[in-house]
Nanobody, 122 residues
Framework: QVQLVESGGGLVQPGGSLRLSCAAS????????MGWYRQAPGKQRELVAD???????NYADSVKERFTISRDNAKNTVYLQMNSLKPDDTAVYHC????????????????WGQGTQVTVSS
């Protein structure tokens, strides 16, 4: 089984920074895209950023110029550096990864982490 575990969330003041990490482990043959979604109370889950295996980047308009997604393929880990945080960034952040468990797997399957809380408040 594949597991994704996030870390790095917490409480910060507006304008502060956090760095989220998400490490995939278990039966992994290859990983395609990895990304981060977030869900705030009363709102739908939204894409924050994603990154392909080749390094192509995609960001939500609301986080461009403030957040940076990156990955370390050797560690099966994706990161989200969050700067200039705003109260509207408060949410549970979930990482995801599209993974093939073996060479014989016909499809990539999207796995999700358990989530980490980010709270931006003064």
């Amino acid at each position: 089984q594949v597991q994704l575990v996030e870390s790095g969330g917490g409480l910060v003041q507006p304008g502060g920074s956090l760095r989220l990490s998400c490490a995939a482990s278990g039966s992994i043959f290859s990983i395609d895209a990895m990304g981060w979604y977030r869900q705030a109370p009363g709102k739908q889950r939204e894409l924050v950023a994603d990154i392909t295996s080749g390094g192509s980047l995609n960001y939500a308009d609301s986080v461009k110029e403030r957040f940076t997604i990156s990955r370390d393929n050797a560690k099966n880990t994706v990161y989200l550096q969050m700067n200039s945080l705003k109260p509207d960034d408060t949410a549970v952040y979930h990482c995801n990864a599209d993974i093939r468990s073996s060479a014989s797997s016909r499809y990539f399957q999207r796995y999700w982490g358990q989530g980490t809380q980010v709270t931006v408040s003064s």
